[in-house]
């Protein structure tokens, strides 16, 4: 029985003591222990086996039940301590809650003592505030009450006076009341239901009313519409009356300055009637001479008469402008056929001169129409003659040597621009027509000057430098567009643009594409025995240096031309209006130029290129299979080398302001010629072992002339440019590996195949058969050389063309013939 109940007691022990993961991981944080009895996950086996791991180790059984039983003994100690201090901890918590209650209950009591005296404070303050409210409200009323009524008492008055003093035309003081009045009626507003506020209103729109007509009658009177003015000087009355019209409704006023102004214009309408000798275009003058001196007139006699504000002065040049420009139109309209250039520019001018000065005087506040801001301009290359700044130039006596001057700021914009010259622009059809005569007369002045003075010379300044005429068509069409964008920037500009795009390719026609050389397909009568003696032979080249010269002018002028049409269209897309911009293209023109350079530097190539043809042509009929030793390079290579010295030199010198013509040039030029080299190679067969390595000694020398050829000749040494090595390199090596092919031996025919490809990787069989003809192997062996090359071939990758051309790894030093490695060291022993 006993043992039952210590089972049960333990079973009950281990569920009481059985805690949560969260109880056990915060008592090992609070307090932490490394002894296995401490452990969440005690076993009692581990821990006996733990303790005596092997039989040897229970010989010290008691000492170890000691310590535990000492252990126990000490756990029940604490325990019993702990439990003993616990007893009267269930009483002094009540106690201490009890004394916490009656806290709370003390505090209550005082919060709702000052609750209850709070609320009686606020209640006294509202009763003694609610009499100061009442006095704030009575003294805000009464402030407001005895405010309306003062401004009732000066509306009243002020009315009396304002009718007073209207009926006396005292405007000096109305002036000053009835503005007053305005103001003070306007408090007013809302009391327009009152009767007698309403009266006076009535009775000061009233006033202001028969002042307008008061004031009207007399500006009537002193200045009437019919007869001559009144001989004295503005009286103050009238002064005052403007004073007083700056007050009432803006259409008085308007009604003033109209009739002032037209009746001061009253004497230019009849002196420049259409009928009239003076309203004709070649005494424009004295329409603004007249108006000069009206206004001189009125600054004397009328200017205090007019507010300041009132800028009448304007006024009156702002209307006489707009009475010019309908004269003029009905004038030109009618006498249409007597217009000419001269004298429709002469007028243009004169009157441009008018709004300049018009500019300089008024800033234009009274102008309804203001002529919209212009673009700036932007600065382009100072060689160009559509750098100069237009503003304040006379177009006509511009010079070339005014050409490299800095620019001068740009001149303010012109609000009266157009303000009375727009009415020449219905006839401005005139000056086009002009323009395209003198620009026809030019063109044609320039052809007969280059066929009187000739090409320009070899040695001189002019030889290889830009047309002088080209410089001066443009410096022309600078003056024509400056000229025509003072007139109008609308559809005269879109006219001139197309005579000066019918211009431009009839200089590049006549003056450029039909001037350059024309080239032969005469090869100049030279034979191959010829060539082949080393002697200078200008008569080698096909052009002579001064034809070169020209060639080179051509270009360089074209090259000009192309780069000022260019800025020509920008300029013309900033005069011109902006729905019109879309309609200056001269892309066309740009592509004629484009053409010039593209042609001169053809004609340059085919030169150079036919002087090298019979020296390649003697190449392939040397008889390569006979040669016996390899000496220095052939007589050929000499003569090539011969005419890129000649020629070279020259194009250089006179492209020296193109550079990447030059090099376009020289490029163009290489690609011309390594191809035909390597054709006339394929025609020297049979060749020789000996004659190979000939071959490939000239070609390497040929290599070097090329990689050379931009600074050949020159005594300033320049990098040629990487593009331009890579073709030569390309194409040259190209010509050294089919020599190297031709030099290896072709037993055993594997190896040949195979060496073949790896140095040309090219697969087209018809390049391998030329290889095999320079060789000179007979028509069998060649047979299955070819169905060899053929079953080589690599195979091309899924999805690529079947081109015959293939592409495979250079060579290295180590796959090469011990005898081709022998031939590069005496090619660079002779170099």
Same mark, same amino acid.
């Given at each position: 029985m006993m043992e039952e109940e210590e089972f049960e007691f333990a079973e009950d022990l281990e569920a009481i003591l059985h805690l949560t993961p969260e109880v056990q991981l915060a008592i090992e944080q609070v307090f932490p222990s490394?002894?296995?009895?401490?452990?969440?996950?005690?076993?009692a086996v581990e821990y006996i086996n733990t303790l005596f791991p092997t039989e040897q180790s229970l010989a010290n059984i008691d000492d170890v039940v000691n310590k535990i039983r000492l252990k126990i003994r000490r756990l029940d100690d604490n325990i019993r301590t702990v439990v003993r201090g616990q007893t009267n901890v269930g009483q002094d918590g009540r106690q201490a809650l009890e004394e916490a209650q009656i806290a709370i209950q003390q505090l209550f009591g005082k919060i709702k003592d000052i609750k209850d005296k709070a609320e009686k404070s606020e209640q006294m303050v509202k009763e003694i505030?609610? %009499?100061?409210?009442? !006095? +704030?409200?009575?003294? #805000?009323?009464?402030?407001?009450?005895?405010?309306? =009524?003062?401004?009732?008492?000066?509306?009243?008055?002020?009315?009396?006076?304002?009718e007073a003093m209207t009926r006396k035309r005292q405007y000096g003081e109305v002036a000053n009341l009835l503005q007053g009045v305005v103001n003070v009626l306007e408090h007013f507003h809302k009391y327009m239901g009152i009767?007698?506020?309403?009266?006076?209103?009535?009775?000061?729109?009233?006033?202001?009313?028969?002042?307008?007509?008061?004031?009207l009658a007399d500006f009537e009177e002193a200045f009437p519409s019919q007869g001559s003015k009144r001989p004295g000087g503005p009286s103050n009355v009238l002064?005052?009356?403007?004073?007083?019209?700056?007050?009432?409704?803006?259409?008085?006023?308007?009604?003033?300055?109209?009739?002032?102004?037209?009746?001061?214009?009253?004497?230019?309408?009849?002196?420049?009637?259409?009928?009239? %000798?003076?309203?004709? !275009? +070649?005494?424009?003058? #004295?329409?603004?001479?007249?108006?000069?001196?009206? =206004?001189?007139?009125?600054?004397?006699?009328?200017?205090?008469?007019?507010?300041?504000?009132?800028?009448?002065?304007?006024?009156?040049?702002?209307?006489?402008?707009?009475?010019?420009?309908?004269?003029?139109a009905k004038v030109m309209r009618t006498r249409a056929k007597e217009i000419e250039v001269k004298l429709l520019l002469f007028a243009i001018q004169r009157t441009t001169n008018f709004e300049g000065l018009l500019a300089k005087r008024f800033t234009g506040c009274t102008l309804t129409d203001a002529p919209g801001q212009k673009r700036p301009e932007s600065p382009l290359d100072p060689t160009n003659p559509f750098l100069e700044d237009e503003a304040g130039e006379d177009v006509g006596t511009e010079k070339d040597e005014d050409l490299a001057k800095p620019r001068k700021p740009k001149?303010?914009?012109?609000?009266?621009?157009?303000?009375?010259?727009?009415?020449?622009?219905?006839?401005?059809?005139v000056y086009i027509e002009s323009q395209d005569k003198n620009l026809g007369e030019l063109i044609d002045?320039?052809?007969?000057?280059?066929?009187?003075?000739?090409?320009?010379?070899?040695?001189?300044?002019?030889?290889?430098?830009?047309?002088?005429?080209?410089?001066?068509?443009?410096?022309?069409?600078?003056?024509?567009?400056?000229?025509?964008?003072q007139l109008s920037t609308g559809e005269p500009m879109i006219a001139l643009t197309t005579i000066f795009q019918k211009f431009l390719r009839e200089y590049a026609w006549k003056i450029l594409s039909g001037n350059l050389p024309k080239s032969s397909s005469n090869s100049g009568g030279l034979?191959?025995?010829?060539?082949?003696?080393?002697?200078?032979?200008?008569?080698?080249?096909?052009?002579?240096?001064?034809?070169?010269?020209?060639?080179?002018?051509?270009?360089?002028?074209?090259?000009?031309?192309?780069?000022?049409?260019?800025?020509?269209?920008?300029?013309?897309?900033?005069?011109?209006?902006k729905v019109l911009v879309e309609r200056i293209n001269l892309t066309g023109e740009m592509d004629t130029f484009s053409t010039v350079i593209s042609n001169s530097i053809q004609l340059l190539v085919q030169d150079l290129d036919a002087a090298c043809d019979p020296a390649l042509t003697a190449m392939s009929k040397m008889p390569w299979q006979s040669v016996e030793h390899v000496g220095d390079q052939s007589p050929y290579v000499t003569s090539i080398i011969m005419h890129i010295k000649q020629n070279v030199p020259i194009i250089r010198d006179n492209l020296a302001s193109t550079r990447k013509y030059f090099?376009?040039?020289?490029?163009?030029?290489?690609?011309?010629?390594?191809?035909?080299?390597?054709?006339?190679?394929?025609?020297?067969?049979?060749?020789?072992?000996?004659?190979?390595?000939?071959?490939?000694?000239?070609?390497?020398?040929?290599?070097t002339v090329l990689l050379d050829l931009p600074s050949i000749g020159s005594q300033v040494l320049r990098k040629a440019p990487a593009s331009y090595t890579k073709i030569v390199v390309k194409g040259m090596t190209r010509a050294e590996m089919i020599l190297k092919v031709v030099m290896a031996p072709h037993e055993p025919p594997v190896v040949f195949v195979d060496n073949y490809i790896k140095l040309l990787a090219d697969g087209n069989p018809e390049t391998f058969q030329k290889i095999l003809d320079m060789k000179g192997l007979k028509r069998s062996e060649q047979s299955s050389m070819l169905e060899l090359f053929r079953q080589r071939l690599p195979t091309p990758p899924s999805g690529a063309d079947g081109g015959p051309s293939l592409s495979f790894s250079a060579p290295t030093p180590e796959q090469e013939s011990s005898r081709i490695r022998k031939l590069e060291k005496l090619i660079k022993k002779r170099l």
């Open positions: 490394q002894d296995p009895l401490d452990r969440a996950d005690f076993n505030t609610r %009499d100061i409210k009442q !006095l +704030d409200h009575a003294k #805000r009323h009464l402030t407001t009450s005895i405010t309306t =009524l003062n401004h009732l008492h000066m509306l009243a008055g002020g009315v009396d006076s304002l009767p007698q506020i309403r009266q006076l209103s009535e009775r000061v729109k009233a006033a202001q009313s028969e002042l307008g007509t008061q004031i002064r005052d009356a403007c004073l007083v019209a700056n007050v009432l409704d803006p259409r008085i006023k308007q009604e003033i300055i109209k009739k002032f102004i037209r009746q001061h214009l009253s004497e230019y309408l009849v002196l420049f009637q259409e009928n009239q %000798d003076v309203a004709w !275009l +070649d005494k424009i003058d #004295r329409r603004y001479a007249w108006i000069k001196r009206q =206004l001189v007139d009125y600054e004397e006699k009328y200017g205090r008469m007019f507010p300041e504000e009132w800028c009448m002065t304007e006024r009156i040049a702002v209307e006489f402008c707009h009475i010019t420009r309908v004269e003029l001149a303010p914009d012109n609000p009266f621009h157009g303000i009375v010259s727009k009415c020449f622009e219905p006839h401005l059809y002045r320039f052809v007969a000057d280059f066929r009187a003075q000739g090409p320009p010379k070899a040695g001189t300044e002019e030889g290889g430098a830009v047309l002088p005429s080209c410089a001066d068509l443009f410096v022309y069409y600078k003056r024509c567009m400056v000229q025509c964008s034979t191959i025995s010829s060539l082949l003696k080393e002697k200078e032979g200008s008569e080698a080249a096909k052009f002579t240096i001064d034809e070169l010269c020209l060639i080179c002018s051509i270009l360089s002028t074209a090259e000009y031309c192309l780069a000022t049409t260019q800025q020509l269209e920008e300029k013309l897309k900033e005069k011109v209006d090099t376009q040039f020289c490029i163009k030029f290489t690609n011309s010629f390594i191809p035909k080299f390597i054709n006339h190679l394929f025609r020297c067969k049979p060749i020789s072992m000996v004659g190979a390595e000939q071959l490939l000694l000239d070609t390497h020398s040929l290599k």
